[in-house]
């Protein structure tokens, strides 16, 4: 069997930078650590984290008052962050750059009047943070069909932003449906959809059609890895999403001769080492690492992170 091994593929740095933090935390404050909502999509890393007494909430009224509390990379909305502080919590911010950048854009086009369409899965964690922004100016809009079903007309003020873990292709879809519509909506000042999303569906895109099956490490709640699942498919070639190799159903395999491998941009690489070891292991395999695109991007540390290691007092936005 031929194993060919995308790259890019796995975390991202916005990832990086969010579990870098938590483990700093971890070294600061010890445990227990609180963090709203998982910190990445991924549960070997949340389970990970568990392990070293994290504790992950889904309400802010679940952490005691005057403890530290993580906002994960899928940011949070400003309600869930003034409830923090209410609580006298201490306050770190993981959310991704790219988010944040996404969150200032709905921020300034509220701002100055406009009605915002935000292409994105409703309920996603991302999505939820961004509308928590400028509640009364977002709209969601998951399909072309709901772009037809808006009421705004050519005299009201549009502009558009996206999750930035969408698939560019599905993205693309709902963008030409709302630009067709609404030849006037402003868009935003470069992509929303983030370097590592694209880079990851590339390599899907110009390998997966030369694999027998494909691979895709990751969890069943995280986007980006169900994104890459779906466009491997949209080639034409089998694709199954896996947590780990444990669940690596075997018939899948029997006949191929080349099985392409990537992951999700929040999916640990010992992930994809371990499933490359089975499959050499079984079936005699040989790897071969592609290389698409170079990644070279790094995020610092939260400030608010720094400041806390630095022994001084968290001040939060």
């Not at 996206?162 to 630009?179: C, F, G, H, K, Y």
């Not at 690596?248 to 191929?256: C, E, P, R, V």
């Not at 499959?279 to 608010?304: K, Q």
Request: aromatic residues 6%.
């Amino acid at each position: 069997m031929k194993i060919i091994l995308a790259n890019p593929r796995g975390f991202c740095a916005g990832v990086n930078m969010a579990i870098h933090t938590v483990d700093e935390a971890l070294k600061i404050v010890g445990a227990p650590l609180y963090v709203y909502h998982e910190i990445v999509h991924n549960r070997h890393v949340v389970n990970d984290f568990v392990k070293k007494g994290v504790i992950f909430v889904d309400s802010i009224d679940e952490v005691p008052g005057n403890q530290t509390v993580i906002f994960s990379a899928h940011g949070v909305s400003p309600t869930v962050r003034n409830a923090a502080k209410a609580r006298g919590c201490t306050l770190i911010d993981a959310t991704c750059p790219l988010v944040t950048k996404v969150h200032m854009e709905a921020i300034r086009y509220a701002r100055q009047g406009y009605n915002i369409l935000l292409v994105g899965h409703a309920g996603h964690d991302e999505v939820v943070g961004t509308v928590g922004e400028a509640p009364n100016a977002i709209v969601i809009v998951e399909s072309p069909e709901d772009v037809q079903k808006l009421s705004f007309t050519d005299k009201d003020k549009l502009a558009y932003l996206t999750q930035t873990t969408l698939s560019l292709d599905d993205a693309n879809v709902i963008i030409n449906a709302i630009r067709e519509r609404y030849p006037h909506v402003k868009e935003p000042p470069s992509s929303d959809i983030c370097y590592a999303t694209t880079n990851r569906q590339q390599a899907v895109r110009d390998i997966a059609p030369e694999a027998d099956v494909v691979l895709v490490v990751g969890s069943r709640n995280s986007s980006n890895s169900i994104r890459l699942t779906e466009i491997s498919q949209n080639t034409g070639s089998p694709a199954y999403l896996v947590d780990d190799k444990s669940e690596i159903d075997h018939s899948w395999l029997k006949d191929a001769k080349t099985v392409l491998v990537t992951a999700g941009a929040s999916a640990p690489e010992h992930l994809v080492q371990e499933i490359l070891d089975e499959l050499i292991a079984t079936y005699s395999g040989s790897v071969e690492e592609r290389h698409i695109i170079n990644e070279d991007e790094h995020f610092e540390l939260p400030l608010s992170l720094r400041v806390l290691r630095d022994g001084g007092a968290v001040k939060s936005r």
